[in-house]
């Protein structure tokens, strides 16, 4: 059988967010997740429930970006892993 990239969808609670797909990506999304179903023996209810851990899964597996997240200099605030605003010091931004 097929390896996929992708194990069993893992239910979460979810969090809102608003996406326009292409028709044809749609398209794959659905065959991906026929595919997922024959492969794991649990239908996929909702392919777009795909779209979460296929964005984890090509993020973790990204060497580059792993390489640009380890090469930040440690006291340096970057914006990959946080949408916090920068930490202020004696009340005034750094």
Known sequence: MTKLKLGPIEDDRPVKATVELPASLHRDLVAYAEALGRHTGQPVSD????????????????RGFAKARNA???????HFMSTRAPAKENGQDQ
Do not use: H, N
């Open 47 to 62: 392919p777009l429930k795909l779209i979460v851990p296929m964005l984890q899964r090509f993020i973790a597996t990204d």
């Open 72 to 78: 930040r200099p440690a006291s340096s605030t970057t």
